[in-house]
């Protein structure tokens, strides 16, 4: 719950920056706005994969590493 | 390594990326990289993911030239090096014929896509990545696709997860690759049009409302051309283009978006059209050939081949590919050219593995590829690429068609094969008599057109060394050289 919730304020935060702020990058190519755009909604589709990910692998470290001391304690 | 001071006809090949200059320099080609650059390069050579693909072929070789070599080739340029940070040159290896994306089959932009994908993936793992992605980065060496531009390969910001190159790969990769499946529009269509390939907005615009629903364009298509459309009405400033967050988070985002692509790609189908063509193919039933003819016609151009050809041929015409692969597998490095998109892409498919010194292109020969881009001198045209390239060209069961689906003069027909060759033409004369010609005549009149006629003109510019009529009495085929007159 608390990390839907730092999902959807991140994704507001992500459409205001995208929408105020601008920065000149390095680049000597278009790297056109639509595409811009297009690739900070991805990113933020794949921040929940990430974050699910990076749970999963909390959690399963923390049953593993139990159970691992529950049966080295026996 | 052996440099050519005397040499000093010197032409710029680059012109847009500012950290560097490709020049060609007599038969040499060396990459000067700016002295704002050269730190970056000096880490950015080490990298173990360019070791491995110049290793396996798909990057260029490269290697650095001195300061004695190049201040004995380009005095004008090394003056720059008495500045504390220095100038970096490196010398490249030289591709056989340069070819264009206007000029691929769909399955080989897919593979050149494919290339730069893994290739700016596997940098991504050591905080490097691709500056810019198009396929002009790309050339074929035979039917391998070689990663040429060593100055697209930059330092990553480990915290951006944004690739800057994103536009111009759909642009000029994934668009025209969807434009060829679901609008039947050939990538020369696409690419000589605008190097810089078709947006999402334009191809959106093309399609109906119910393809910009199509899953396969509705995210790659439909969502950027729609959020460009915002964006241009809406945003005052252009969005942000640092998206900055952790660089394990970071990384991941990237790889995901790469690996995305990757399989957006790599399922693409190409379902080429079914097209009746006039070029029918030789081992189908429909061939215009007999089992007997075609096998004298095989046993003379292998022979011919053999015996002529030294290094590089061209098949003009070369239908699926059959006689080109013959003389790929007798060592030859071979162009093979046709108008027909299908044609081209059996052959690349074809060929890639078995005959890798095969290089199928997308080439009208009644009307090839133009000089193009910046000044018409960023590309060659494709009767100038050719120029000294090939001591023998193959122009078989071309002649008619060119009489008369394209109503090019005979005279004008051989005066091509001259400028082609560098000595040797192995051509087949098919006469008015044939089916074929009688087909592609439509009610037209060629019968001044004999085989005597054919052999006058061809003796003005070659002699001939041999010739031979198939069973039938309606095809010849003949073994040229050509005259070197003073």
């Known amino acids: ?74 | 390594m052996n440099l050519l001071p005397h040499n000093k006809s010197l032409r710029s090949l680059s012109l847009r990326d500012p950290s560097g200059t490709l020049f060609e320099i007599g038969t040499q080609l060396i990459r000067q990289i700016h002295s704002s650059s050269s730190v970056d390069w000096n880490q950015i050579k080490r990298s173990p993911t360019l070791k491995k693909f110049t290793e396996k072929g798909l990057f260029v070789r490269s290697w650095e030239i001195s300061d004695t070599d190049i201040s004995n080739l380009l005095p004008e340029l090394s003056h720059k090096n008495k500045n504390d940070i220095k100038d970096i040159y490196l010398g490249h290896e030289k591709i056989n014929f340069v070819n264009y994306p206007s000029e691929w089959a769909p399955e080989m932009l897919r593979e050149a896509g494919l290339l730069t994908l893994d290739l700016a993936t596997q940098l991504s793992a050591e905080n490097l990545g691709l500056k810019d992605a198009t396929p002009f980065n790309v050339l074929f060496s035979g039917g391998l696709p070689v990663f040429v531009d060593v100055l697209s390969v930059e330092k990553r910001d480990p915290h951006n997860s944004l690739w800057l190159a994103y536009s111009q790969f759909s642009k000029t990769f994934i668009n025209p690759l969807l434009a060829y499946q679901h609008l039947g529009q050939p990538l020369y269509k696409t690419f000589l049009l605008s190097r810089e390939g078709l947006t999402a907005t334009d191809f959106y615009t093309q399609i109906s409302f119910l393809k910009k629903l199509h899953p396969s364009l509705f995210t790659k298509i439909t969502v950027p051309a729609l959020l460009e459309l915002w964006s241009d009405k809406k945003l005052r400033n252009h969005p942000n283009t640092e998206k900055l967050m952790d660089p394990e988070r970071a990384q991941f985002t990237l790889k995901f978006l790469l690996n995305n692509l990757k399989k957006s790609i790599s399922q693409l189908n190409f379902n080429h059209k079914q097209q009746k063509t006039q070029f029918n193919n030789y081992m189908s039933g429909e061939s215009p050939y007999s089992h007997l003819q075609f096998e004298n016609k095989e046993r003379l151009v292998k022979k011919w081949l053999t015996l002529h050809s030294k290094n590089s041929v061209l098949d003009v015409g070369c239908n699926d590919g059959h006689f080109s692969r013959i003389a790929a597998s007798l060592g030859r490095r071979v162009v093979a050219i046709d108008s027909e998109v299908e044609l081209i892409s059996k052959t690349w498919s074809m060929s890639r593995i078995s005959h890798p010194t095969l290089l199928p292109l997308v080439v009208n020969i009644a009307n090839p590829s133009p000089a193009s881009g910046w000044r018409n001198q960023e590309h060659r045209s494709f009767l100038d690429r050719t120029q000294g390239q090939f001591d023998c060209v193959l122009m078989l069961a071309l002649v008619h068609h060119l009489l008369t689906t394209e109503s090019i003069l005979l005279q004008y027909i051989i005066e091509l094969a001259k400028e082609l060759t560098t000595e040797h033409v192995i051509i087949e004369w098919v006469s008015p008599s044939d089916p074929m010609f009688e087909h592609l005549k439509k009610g037209r009149d060629y019968t001044h057109l004999t085989a005597q006629v054919f052999e006058q003109e061809c003796l003005k510019h070659f002699a001939i060394i041999e010739k031979e009529t198939l069973p039938g009495n309606t095809r010849t085929l003949y073994c040229l050289k050509k005259l070197f007159l003073t």
């Open chain 1, 1 to 74: 719950m608390l990390k839907t919730k730092y999902l959807s304020f991140e994704f507001t935060i992500a459409l205001l920056m995208l929408c105020f702020c601008s920065a000149d990058g390095f680049g000597y190519i278009d790297p056109s706005s639509g595409y811009i755009l297009w690739q900070v909604l991805f990113g933020t589709v794949v921040g929940i994969l990430f974050f699910a990910k990076r749970i999963w692998s909390c959690l399963r470290n923390f049953f593993t590493s139990s159970k691992h001391t529950d049966s080295s304690a026996s």
